[in-house]
């Protein structure tokens, strides 16, 4: 029994069970370690680390200054000598100062150095504890509070020791990360001044237009809000002595054959997980643009080329967060010393440590989330959050937490995809993998761990689809809804914004309203770290805004115009459409659009429904104009029509997105043998399904579809191989008829291309007809 109790030190007797457990009562009764003195304690630890290295690096400096004279003293001896002894010095000094130098690239040596400085005092103090019993009980009750208090901070212990080596090192000091350069910092350090704020919330904004023509994003508008002070001398000589942000300026493409990463103000975390090309053509267009810190829309985004911009924008979303979040905890480091330092200097040193921290230190916003991405399926937030994952951490998977739980969650099988007539390429492309559109999911970055599955408000970073997100943000008059976390958004991508739309783009409005809001609490705030323009309530205007869609829309437009006030400006691309995808249909069927007249937007609903049933309708119900399919792209005009057609007793069926698969069958054969006259399609049921509709002999588009390609598809169901043959097929009598309003050009541009759409919409004639060719 003796044998197995410990010895304590020398004079001492081992204490028994009875005075273990008292002692132990008695500790349990005192106060726990306040985390004032943990951060002395790693204040402490980094001063030993960094004097080692002070000392480390002044005896290298010594050592080449003396090497140094010797090679100069060499040289004035063999000056007289020929060329070849001239050089050989140079090189053989050159030589050793990168010898010298090759031990002190980089943070890792640094880091390594720390860590062994802190190892050496751990085991020293190990040393000392391990005679005395109380001081190892002490010391397993003082790691247990600094994981629970690192738990209540969202992070746990080794990422706590991480950010703080992270901190000591030389890559995050001031002059790295000063507002010389670096976009980042020239971008969110200072307030824009109060004529800047003036031109921006002018209706229009007082901006400067010019346009650019690159090779690859083509015709770029780029708008710029002009700063009036310039203008007016005699406002700026009023104004205090305080610097503002400086006006957004033209980005300038980079060059592919003179690329250099450290030019770009990329971490040098992220640069080494790049590998060579880093850019192609695109990518280097779009990143000189994101790295502006300016808004693009891009309606061009393509199934060839969206892996390329996805993997531009996470490359800018990661190097935005970890520039700010080594910012913010840099500054800690700093705050923590200052509190020390007002125990041991005299009041008016406290009063200076006291300025400068007020002055400086406000880098954060109202909450911690600055990014938010949104994607419109499971599958494709997957492949943003591998393409962060490569880029963070290569392929060290244990450097991301919880990505076993992320790849069960978000990975899984695709849609059935029958073999026997196929579904078209881009359907099969668009939703192979996990289609789940419910699902947010916050992550957050330290200086060598990505952790998924963190709370709104310990991450970084809310990658999120658009349903997900009104559910949780709710609707007016819920009991629980919770928008806060959207107050201090400094970066919002959103990725497929064409899929979105088919989804419900009342979402995406939704979202759009209840970004930086006024916080309903507080609790997530330091208002002694807020920048003074998230606290006036500036932060859209410093809001970078990235919208990617597959084609133009006015709803996306309305978005990038009305919800988008960067100060830094505004780009995107203006490329005309040459012909549109009319020139895809392989049927010969007369193609007429017909212009509808509106005075307003708010009108052209219910004139083109007056149209539509008072005109249209009544040579649609002749029986020569049998098995006639009206596609609706709205579902509002989709139920219009179907509750009209209910009270005319009119013989249809109807298909939507809503229809259950015994009931689409039933309609599609119905339709197919002549039993109903009319069918009712709503777009978006041909989005999530692509059925092959049969039978088609007339065709009436209630409005140019959502997504051009339809179009054509749609025209090409009306094939012979498609029809009833024991009904007979006369080719001659079939038609295609669109209805069009003036707000409908953009679409109309994606159809028959955007000369001939400006054509027919400014044309004395209503109606025009197109004919394919053989």
């Known amino acids: 029994m003796a044998n197995k109790m410990r010895k304590g030190r020398k004079g001492q007797q081992p204490m028994s069970a009875a005075v273990k457990k008292q002692r132990r009562k008695e500790r349990s009764q005192k106060a726990p370690v306040s985390r004032f003195k943990k951060n002395l304690r790693h204040i402490e630890r980094s001063k030993e680390a960094m004097e080692a290295l002070k000392r480390q690096q002044e005896a290298e400096r010594k050592y080449k200054h003396k090497m140094n004279a010797s090679v100069e003293q060499e040289r004035d001896l063999v000056s007289g000598s020929d060329d070849d002894g001239d050089q050989g010095a140079p090189d053989a000094f050159e030589t050793l100062v990168k010898t010298l130098n090759s031990g002190r690239k980089g943070t890792g040596r640094r880091e390594e150095a720390i860590e062994s400085e802190e190892s050496e005092s751990e085991d020293d103090g190990e040393e000392d504890e391990d005679g005395d019993e109380d001081d190892a009980i002490e010391k397993e009750e003082e790691e247990e509070d600094m994981e629970l208090d690192s738990e209540e901070d969202g992070k746990s212990p080794v990422e706590s020791e991480a950010e703080v080596e992270e901190i000591e090192s030389?890559?995050?000091?001031?002059?790295?990360?000063?507002?010389?350069?670096?976009?980042?910092?020239?971008?969110?350090?200072?307030?824009?001044?109060s004529q800047m704020l003036e031109s921006i919330l002018a209706n229009p904004m007082v901006a400067q237009k010019t346009t650019l023509k690159v090779k690859k994003l083509g015709q770029l508008i780029i708008e710029i809000p002009k700063d009036r002070s310039k203008e007016n001398q005699a406002v700026a000589l009023l104004e205090d002595d305080e610097i503002y942000a400086s006006e957004g300026t033209i980005p300038k493409v980079l060059s592919l054959d003179s690329l250099d990463l450290k030019k770009l103000h990329l971490k040098e975390r992220i640069q080494r997980h790049l590998e060579e090309p880093v850019f192609n053509e695109l990518q280097a267009e779009c990143f000189s643009i994101l790295n502006n810190y300016q808004d693009l829309y891009y309606p061009a985004r393509t199934l060839a080329n969206g892996e390329a911009l996805r993997f531009v924008y996470c490359l800018h979303a990661l190097n935005h967060i970890m520039k700010a979040t080594s910012k913010i905890l840099h500054h800690n480091l700093k705050l923590a010393e200052a509190a020390n330092n007002k125990k041991n200097k005299n009041k008016k040193q406290k009063k200076e440590v006291h300025n400068a921290v007020s002055q400086e230190y406000r880098d954060q916003g109202l909450v911690r989330p600055k990014v938010l991405i949104v994607a419109p399926f499971r599958s494709a937030a997957l492949k943003i959050v591998e393409t962060l994952k490569n880029q963070f951490a290569g392929d060290d998977l244990k450097a991301v937490t919880n990505y076993k739980r992320f790849l069960e969650e978000y990975g899984g099988d695709s849609l059935y995809f029958p073999r026997h007539n196929p579904k078209p390429e881009d359907y099969e492309r668009t939703f192979a993998g996990n289609t789940d559109d419910n699902?947010?999911?916050?992550?957050?970055?330290?200086?060598?761990?990505?952790?998924?599955?963190?709370?709104?408000?310990?991450?970084?970073?809310?990658?999120?689809?658009?349903?997900?997100?009104?559910?949780?943000?709710?609707?007016?008059?819920?009991?629980?809804?919770?928008?806060?976390?959207?107050?201090?958004?400094?970066?919002?991508?959103?990725?497929?914004?064409?899929?979105?739309?088919?989804?419900?783009?009342?979402?995406?409005?939704?979202?759009?309203?209840?970004?930086?809001?006024?916080?309903?609490?507080?609790?997530?705030?330091?208002?002694?770290?807020?920048?003074?323009?998230?606290?006036?309530?500036?932060?859209?205007?410093?809001?970078?805004t990235l919208l990617l869609s597959?084609?133009?829309?006015?709803?996306?437009?309305?978005?990038?115009?009305?919800?988008?006030?960067?100060?830094?400006?505004?780009?995107?691309?203006?490329?005309?459409?040459?012909?549109?995808?009319?020139?895809?249909?392989?049927?010969?069927?007369?193609?007429?659009?017909?212009?509808?007249?509106?005075?307003?937007?708010?009108?052209?609903?219910?004139t083109k429904f007056h149209h539509f049933t008072s005109i249209l309708l009544p040579q649609l119900r002749s029986i020569t104009m049998s098995r006639c399919l009206i596609f609706i792209p709205s579902y509002f005009d989709y139920v219009r029509l179907r509750n009209y057609f209910k009270k005319e007793e009119l013989s249809f069926v109807q298909i939507c997105e809503y229809s259950k698969d015994a009931k689409i069958a039933r309609a599609r054969d119905m339709f197919f043998h002549g039993s109903s006259h009319f069918l009712l399609y709503s777009e978006r049921s041909h989005f999530f399904r692509r059925p092959r509709i049969k039978g088609i002999r007339h065709l009436v588009f209630y409005q140019p579809p959502t997504y051009p390609h339809f179009y054509a598809e749609m025209i090409n169901l009306m094939a012979n191989e498609y029809q009833n043959r024991k009904d007979g097929i006369d080719a001659s009598s079939m038609t295609v008829t669109v209805l069009y309003t003036k707000y409908d050009v953009l679409r109309l541009s994606s159809v028959i291309g955007s000369e001939q759409a400006a054509k027919i919409a400014a044309s004395p004639r209503a109606a025009h007809t197109f004919t394919t060719q053989k």
């Open 439 to 544: 699902f947010r999911i916050g992550i957050s970055f330290s200086k060598s761990s990505m952790k998924l599955y963190t709370k709104y408000y310990n991450s970084d970073l809310i990658l999120a689809s658009p349903l997900g997100l009104r559910m949780t943000i709710g609707a007016e008059g819920e009991a629980q809804r919770d928008f806060d976390f959207l107050s201090s958004i400094e970066l919002l991508i959103m990725d497929q914004a064409d899929i979105c739309m088919a989804q419900n783009w009342d979402h995406v409005v939704h979202l759009m309203d209840h970004l930086h809001l006024q916080p309903q609490s507080t609790e997530h705030t330091d208002f002694s770290r807020v920048r003074n323009w998230c606290i006036n309530g500036w932060s859209r205007f410093y809001r970078q």
């Open 170 to 193: 030389g890559e995050d000091s001031d002059q790295e990360e000063g507002i010389e350069g670096d976009p980042y910092m020239a971008h969110i350090s200072h307030n824009i001044s």
């Open 550 to 606: 597959s084609h133009d829309l006015p709803e996306f437009r309305s978005i990038f115009n009305n919800k988008c006030a960067n100060y830094r400006g505004k780009i995107r691309t203006a490329n005309p459409i040459k012909t549109g995808f009319i020139r895809h249909v392989v049927v010969q069927v007369p193609q007429t659009f017909q212009r509808i007249e509106v005075s307003s937007l708010e009108q052209s609903f219910d």
